[in-house]
């Protein structure tokens, strides 16, 4: 398990990230609380790193969340090695997929600034 960091997500583990990013792309009112303060440095994974920063750039120019179907035509376009954007794209589908039982309660205690 990975080293508990304020600055880090990994002490909530992977399911955690997976479901806060699902939860920031389903749900906007929940997007527009956290997006500028949501940093892709707190994600273990590469790829959760990639779609939380192309999400931060995607709000950042047009003022709204991207959806799924954005985000995978967003990798498509900026991700240039195969093997990289096939994982990327699956990882969206993987986010899409998770259920988000019980996720929000967990973002009202995490403040990555402290």
Do not use: W
């Amino acid at each position: 398990m990975a080293k508990k960091d304020s600055k880090n997500l990994g002490f909530l583990g992977y399911g955690f990230q997976v479901k806060l990013l699902k939860q920031v792309v389903e749900d906007h009112k929940f997007s527009e609380t956290i997006i500028e303060i949501l940093d892709p440095q707190y994600f273990d994974n590469e790829y959760l790193r990639l779609l939380t920063a192309s999400i931060k750039d995607y709000y950042e120019k047009y003022e709204t969340i991207p959806t799924y179907e954005t985000l995978k035509q967003l990798v498509n376009k900026d991700i240039k090695r195969e093997i990289a954007r096939e994982s990327a794209i699956a990882m969206v589908n993987e986010i899409k997929k998770t259920e988000n039982v019980n996720c929000l309660h967990h973002t009202r205690h995490f403040n990555p600034i402290l």
